[in-house]
């Protein structure tokens, strides 16, 4: 924050604070009554009211332990906040100053840097493989020390709960003691204390509400109105597997998710469990902080290993097994259609049994398409082919499931793995605006021409009369795992990311014609960025055996085995593209809280950090905060006169003058300032 | 510690130097009260503030001379450019904190005093006041407020 903006908002605090103090110091009777001012006791009886001061300062010293109650309540909850925010940041680096994860990202981003440089030096090629397995140690050294806070958490949790329901048996029994003694006259003062002291305990824990009964007795009651000790203490459970906080005499399956029980040690703890929709889509930093930062790593993770070339992302957050129909809204006789490059659409309808799972299983048979639930919860739906179109021809099925309709592009450039992965032919003719592709120079209608896929099935394309080139992309884009675009300069290109390329003329030469213009050699056409012998020719990160590729994640991404282990070395022909891939600033990543969009890879691990640590420092701030508050309600309250009302009255009206005076001279710096930066401008 | 500084020290000094003085007895002035913050006393909290905004009207003259006078901020020296850049970011923090504390004494008397208010008009009033009405007449219609505040503390 700028100097001035600092300024500026300390200046629209203080007005704010100076109109609320105004009206509190109007309310008190007589405070501006002259008559009553020259006095020199500090505090009268009024002469003709003969009202009992005594009874007004025991009220207010109520009040003000009510406050402190509160107000110890909501310190514990964020000093729980805080401590966890420490434990993350240490976990990342933040504390220290220092970021490994970040440090080696960009690590990784150097690596392949020098490895152009000298792409032949065996030490360039170790260096990258080397800076990869530190970034993924290290991604895999946060996962593992999250999971240690979880498990930390989880513990401090049941023991909460543990002193919680102690403590609400002791303060059950000092209220039938203290009831006793009113009612047979004997003193009730310590035992009171006593039961303060628990009330003070069970606020650490949770937030309660406090009514004082006429036989002595406190109502204790959550926010919500749960009775927590009448007519018998109750019994909170925290139940692991569901991770729900439940309560002896109340039907909720979880207090924590019903708002019902609120702030303590107990609610923050609770809130980090949270793995429903608001929790872990909420940028709200309180809710599942660890989920949210496995999910981003997760995501983080997944865009390294992603190969596809363009991505559409909902944000409506989904589960497998979810119905879409009484789930999420959608309606019976929805349709969704989906077109790869400008080809045939395909349309899948929504009916009353369509689960989550179902729609992602129709996804995933249309040719060149795939989808995912993606770290967030968000359905993902991604191309290989050149572009996609995602629509609605019936109802708003992906309108609701939070998808911006229309066409999606290719990446430009691509991602990392789609750079080291790619392998092509390119043209070298004009095809722009060709109407009939057997109008050029050596294609004839009937010719045809083989291509394969990492060794799968062998698709013939033919060349029929009449055929425009955006036929013919149509009909390669419709070919699993192919890709095909015209070039900027209008050049054909076909390409695959899914492992060998194999592509040979079959009926008459069309693919090497001078019409298509594609290189051969020997007769062969010549495959662009292929792998030469001994070299690993798709997945510089692979995920680790039993896993597909869209569920790439933290735990399971590796460096590719055969790389490591020295059997294979890295692709030269992708070096120069991976580089161009690792800078470019087309990355992005949405859910959990953060998005993030149009940065390159290590920017993206910045951005997720630097979230952190504005969240660490904010809840530091509100803990420090609170507590300084909580600290001068004790003190007040410590005092055996409890409060003095002429100086509390007086003490607002001088820190009232002082926020007035703080004002003014801000104001007057702010003045300085700005002649100062006129000056050197 | 008087870090009272007069209308008269900052004139004897040259005008940039002034300036840097200004603004670093103003930071005494605040990381003074910050200190005092941290428990609330009335008595010293009182003079302070008293001193707070004596000092501040000081200021102000000095900085509409500043305004009025180009010269002043045009013929800084590098050096005291430095001076005042490295002066401007410790006033940023502690003018930040002094913020804060300020804010959270406010929060914790608006607590006690809101109390102190609820509970005074809640509170019964006693016997009726007699008094005179604009008409000459005795009236004993008015009830005294039970409680009052000293405003002589």
């Known amino acids: ?681 | 510690m008087n870090n009272n500084i007069t209308n008269k020290d900052i004139s004897n000094k040259s005008k940039p130097q002034s300036l840097i003085s200004l603004l670093s007895s103003l930071i005494a002035l605040l990381e003074r009260e910050n200190k005092l913050l941290d428990a609330p006393d009335i008595a010293q909290i009182t003079t302070l503030v008293e001193e707070k905004q004596n000092l501040f009207f000081e200021y102000e003259k000095q900085v509409a001379m500043l305004g009025i006078d180009n010269r002043i901020v045009n013929n800084l020296t590098n050096e005291a450019k430095t001076e005042l850049k490295k002066l401007s970011e410790k006033f940023d923090k502690i003018s930040d904190e002094n913020e804060t504390k300020l804010r959270i004494a406010l929060r914790a008397s608006n607590m006690v005093v809101t109390h102190i208010a609820k509970e005074t008009e809640k509170a019964p009033g006693g016997s009726y006041i007699n008094s005179y009405g604009n008409d000459g007449n005795s009236h004993n219609k008015r009830k005294a407020r039970p409680i009052t505040v000293n405003h002589t503390l």
């Open chain 1, 1 to 681: 924050m700028s100097l001035f903006s600092a300024l500026n908002t300390a200046m629209s605090s203080i007005t704010a604070l100076n109109t609320t103090t105004r009206v509190i110091s109007d309310n008190i009777s007589n405070a501006n009554n002259e008559n009553y001012n020259a006095r020199k006791t500090k505090l009268n009886n009024n002469i003709h009211g003969g009202v009992n001061v005594a009874n007004i300062l025991r009220k207010v010293n109520d009040g003000i332990f009510k406050d402190l109650a509160n107000s110890i309540s909501s310190t514990e909850s964020n000093k729980v906040m805080d401590s966890i925010y420490r434990r993350i940041e240490q976990l990342i680096g933040t504390s220290r100053g220092k970021t490994p994860l970040i440090k080696k990202m960009n690590a990784l981003n150097l690596a392949w840097k020098s490895f152009e440089a000298t792409p032949s030096s065996g030490a360039s090629e170790k260096g990258v493989i080397q800076a990869a397995v530190n970034l993924t140690k290290e991604i895999q050294r946060i996962s593992n020390g999250l999971d240690q806070i979880y498990g930390d958490l989880e513990k401090n949790i049941i023991d909460s709960v543990a002193t919680l329901n102690k403590s609400l048996n002791k303060f059950h029994k000092l209220n039938i003691q203290i009831t006793n003694n009113a009612a047979t006259n004997l003193p009730t003062a310590n035992l009171e204390n006593l039961r303060d002291e628990q009330i003070k305990i069970i606020s650490k824990l949770i937030k309660v509400k406090q009514i004082k009964n006429n036989d002595g007795s406190v109502y204790l009651h959550t926010t919500t109105g749960l009775s927590l000790a009448s007519p018998n203490p109750a019994i909170f459970k925290w139940d692991s597997a569901n991770k729900a906080l439940t309560k002896s005499g109340s039907g909720s399956l979880d207090l924590i998710a019903d708002n019902s029980v609120t702030m303590g040690r107990i609610s923050s703890y609770a809130q980090l469990f949270r793995i429903d929709s608001k929790a872990t889509t909420d940028p709200d930093g309180r809710l599942a902080p660890i989920q949210k930062m496995r999910n981003k790593l997760d995501e983080f993770t997944f865009i390294l290993m992603d190969d596809s070339v363009a991505r559409a992302t909902g944000s409506k957050f989904l589960k497998p097994g979810d119905n879409l129909v009484t789930d999420h809204g959608l309606t019976i006789g929805d349709i969704i259609s989906i077109t790869v490059a400008g080809g045939a659409t395909t349309a899948i309808t929504i009916d009353a049994t369509t689960k989550v799972s179902d729609l992602l299983t129709s996804i995933n048979a249309i040719t060149n398409i795939s989808a995912r639930i993606d770290s967030h919860g968000n359905l993902q739906i991604l191309t290989s082919g050149e572009n996609m179109t995602i629509g609605e021809t019936n109802g708003t099925p992906l309108t609701k499931l939070g998808f911006s309709i229309g066409k999606y592009d290719a990446d430009k450039p691509p991602g990392f793995s789609y750079a080291y992965n790619e392998e092509h032919v390119a043209g070298n003719a004009d095809l722009r605006g060709v109407s009939d592709l057997t109008t050029l120079a050596g294609v004839t209608a009937g010719d045809t021409f083989d291509i394969s896929v990492a060794g799968g099935a062998t698709t013939t394309v033919t060349i029929n009369a009449g055929d425009s080139i955006d036929d013919l992309l149509i009909k390669l884009n419709n070919i699993e795992g192919v890709r095909a675009k015209l070039d900027n300069n209008g050049f054909l290109n076909i390409s695959t990311v899914k492992g060998k390329l194999n592509i040979t003329n079959n009926t008459n030469t069309p693919l090497s014609s001078t019409g298509l213009g594609i290189a051969a050699v020997s007769g062969n056409i010549s495959i662009i960025n292929k792998a030469k012998p001994g070299e690993q020719n798709r997945g510089f990160f692979q995920v680790k055996n039993g896993t597909v590729n869209n569920n790439a994640s933290r735990l399971n991404i590796q460096v590719n085995k055969e790389i490591l282990n020295g059997k294979k070395h890295i692709k030269d022909s992708s070096i120069s593209k991976v580089v161009v891939a690792m800078s470019s600033s087309n990355r992005s990543i949405s859910g959990s809280g953060i998005t993030v969009t149009n940065r390159n890879y290590t920017s993206i691990i910045s951005s997720i950090v630097v979230d952190l640590t504005k969240k660490s420092e904010n809840f530091g701030k509100i803990f420090a905060q609170e507590k300084a508050i909580k600290d001068m309600l004790y003190k007040r309250l410590r005092n055996e006169t409890g409060v003095d009302i002429d100086e509390e009255v007086a003490l607002l009206s001088v820190i009232q003058n002082s926020y007035s005076a703080s004002a003014r001279v801000i104001e007057t710096i702010n003045k300085m300032f700005d002649a100062l930066s006129a000056a050197t401008r």
